[in-house]
């Protein structure tokens, strides 16, 4: 889905939407979504299958009519203007829609064609975006033949073959291996560099982190949470500490004694050696939070349990999630580890 040129600028948000609400049968998948998405910015939707992500961003870009709730694009109403929404934005869904018996070129400049570009003004922008994506080697080749990676370099730049004021990224860099999604992560920058403001859907936590200004985790179809990475991070604690002891056998005690030094719940890591505790702050003090970690080294010291590795600091957006859904982030999905298992199976 692609746009046509972009129009002249604007003053209020990108998006804006109030109690949006969608239903299928009895299922609320959307169920009274509020957002306010500033123009020229990346805002990211963070949450697990199912969360409704993707059936918020499908009735932001006209696929699906709302069953309640309003929501407005560049000040236009998403029902009633639909067709002047749909002239400003693009979106790339989950999976490639490119012609795969087609050439790179040949999708790209169908495209183009498609959307009113002149036989040879089609054709350069094909160049231009082949070569900006790092595909001009691999321009006449069928698109069956690309890899993952190439396969979604090649979706963004089909979305962007007209500039749009707003580009739909939905879970972009699923499946991909950790080289591809940070290709892909480029692109993006890129793109909003341009001046097109990003909403970008996604169930990867350090995406979300290395990507958007601000980030809503949407949850059984609600926003739980919303604010920028900092906000989110405060929100359930004032530090992070992680621990990795020498002798594995002593963790269990060193989890006791965490607990009751630090007055915060203490949770193994998938290391045998390694703890982690989210530790709260009532008084709004980081140095507090310092100095119970400092008691709780002490304590482990003189119980003799050896510390290999300590650090302090923010949660992580995984802390987050957890804290906030009760869920990792990676629910129903591949991790980024297991995507790199299969793709050099």
Not at 56 to 63: C, H, I, N
Not at 203 to 221: F, N, P, T
Not at 296 to 314: C, H, K, P, W, Y
Request: hydrophobic content about 40%.
């Amino acid at each position: 889905m692609t746009s046509s040129n972009r129009t002249g600028p604007w003053s209020g948000p990108a998006i804006e939407t109030a109690g949006l609400v969608k239903t299928f049968g009895d299922n609320r998948a959307v169920d009274g979504v509020d957002l306010r998405i500033e123009a020229g910015t990346v805002y990211g939707l963070l949450g697990p299958n199912g969360a409704g992500k993707t059936t918020t961003v499908r009735m932001l870009a006209t696929l699906l009519r709302p069953d309640g709730g309003e929501a407005h694009v560049f000040g236009h109403d998403v029902v009633r203007e639909a067709d002047t929404v749909r002239s400003r934005v693009s979106l790339t869904g989950q999976y490639a829609s490119v012609d795969e018996d087609l050439t790179g070129t040949e999708n790209l400049v169908l495209l183009a064609r498609l959307t009113g570009h002149s036989k040879k003004a089609s054709y350069d922008r094909a160049g231009q975006l082949l070569d900006a994506f790092g595909l001009a080697e691999a321009a006449d080749r069928q698109v069956k033949n690309y890899s993952g990676g190439m396969r979604r370099r090649i979706d963004i730049a089909a979305s962007i073959l007209n500039t749009p004021d707003l580009l739909f990224l939905d879970e972009p860099t699923t499946g991909l291996d950790p080289r591809s999604r940070n290709q892909v992560w480029e692109i993006v920058r890129a793109v909003v560099a341009q001046g097109t403001t990003v909403l970008l859907t996604t169930q990867y936590l350090d995406e979300a982190d290395q990507l958007a200004s601000r980030i809503a985790v949407i949850d059984k179809g609600r926003v739980i949470a919303e604010g920028t990475k900092g906000e989110l991070k405060a929100s359930v604690g004032a530090g992070a500490v992680h621990v990795r002891l020498r002798d594995a056998h002593r963790r269990p005690e060193a989890e006791r004694l965490l607990r009751r030094a630090l007055d915060a719940e203490v949770e193994p890591e998938p290391d045998p050696v390694a703890l982690t505790a989210r530790v709260g702050n009532d008084s709004g003090d980081g140095g507090a939070v310092a100095e119970k970690a400092s008691r709780a080294l002490a304590e482990l010291a003189r119980a003799g349990i050896t510390v290999d590795n300590f650090s302090l600091g923010q949660p992580s957006l995984d802390e987050v999630f957890l804290a906030l859904t009760g869920k990792h982030e990676h629910t129903g999905a591949t991790s980024p580890a297991e995507q790199t298992k299969e793709a050099t199976a």
